[in-house]
């Protein structure tokens, strides 16, 4: 079954440092699109970065990349500089382009505290 | 642009009742829209997949005479929750895709907090 893991159920950073929130994931397709959302205390979720199956390159988007290793099946968010503003709940979700694209599966998702 | 608001953003109604949440795509044309269920410190759970002028889709052990969703036009989706009870409490997040734009990116609505006593 496809499945989303995140592991880290929260994480500590110092402001202006880099920290990884880790994402493995499960799944027979080929074909898959890997996502990470930032869930402020607010509740609304927040694109920050997409990997398809086939990019060869990992993607980056300003202060996040995401660290992409497809033979162990990890897709890593990297948020580098880490600012106060930075502190929320981030989800790492998956599609499966040829089964259905369009349902996104999320992890447990991964508390983000940033400190001065 | 690509915002997607919701209404309400909170509401409280006593069991028994229906409630209605809205989900708007404002600057954009969204053929289909998504209906997210969350609970307190948990992952969001896909209900239902709404298309314009047809049935939604409901996932697997969603009740769809409980959440109806209607889907009226290409900026308008709607879930009314029927005869609520306190279990239904949780937090509703839409979510749409702009056809104009990439395929896989959906835009989410602020999300709507129902509680229900």
């Known amino acids: 079954a496809q499945k989303i893991t995140q592991t880290q159920p929260g994480m500590f950073v110092q402001e202006k440092e880099a920290v990884t929130l880790d994402c493995t994931y499960d799944?027979?397709?080929?074909?898959?699109?890997l996502f990470w959302y930032k869930q402020p205390s607010s509740g609304e979720m927040i694109f920050l970065i997409y990997?398809?199956?086939?990019?060869?390159q990992n993607a980056t988007e300003g202060r996040y990349s995401l660290n992409f290793q497809k033979a162990r099946k990890s897709a890593n968010l990297v948020i580098s500089a880490s600012q106060l503003g930075d502190s929320a709940m981030y989800f790492c979700?998956?599609?499966?382009?040829?089964?259905?694209?369009?349902?996104?599966?999320f992890g447990t998702g991964t508390r983000l505290q940033v400190f001065p | 642009g690509a915002v997607v608001s919701q209404h309400p953003s909170r509401v409280i109604c006593k069991s028994g009742t229906s409630v209605k949440i809205e989900c708007r795509s404002l600057?954009?044309?969204?053929?289909?829209m998504f209906w997210y269920r969350q609970f307190p410190k948990q992952s969001l759970m896909l209900m239902a997949t709404?298309?314009?002028?047809?049935?939604?889709?409901?996932e697997q052990g969603v009740e769809k005479d409980k959440f109806l969703i209607n889907h009226a036009s290409l900026t308008l989706s709607t879930l009314t929750v029927t005869s609520a009870h306190p279990e239904d409490s949780s937090f509703y997040i839409c979510?749409?895709?702009?056809?104009?734009?990439?395929?896989?990116?959906?835009?989410f609505g602020p999300g709507t907090r129902l509680t229900v006593t």
């Open positions: 979510s749409a895709r702009d056809v104009q734009r990439a395929s896989y990116e959906q835009y």
């Open positions: 799944t027979s397709d080929q074909s898959y699109g």
């Open positions: 990997q398809g199956s086939y990019d060869e």
């Open positions: 979700a998956m599609r499966e382009v040829p089964r259905n694209p369009d349902k996104l599966i």
């Open positions: 600057d954009f044309q969204a053929t289909t």
């Open positions: 709404s298309n314009e002028g047809s049935k939604a889709t409901y």
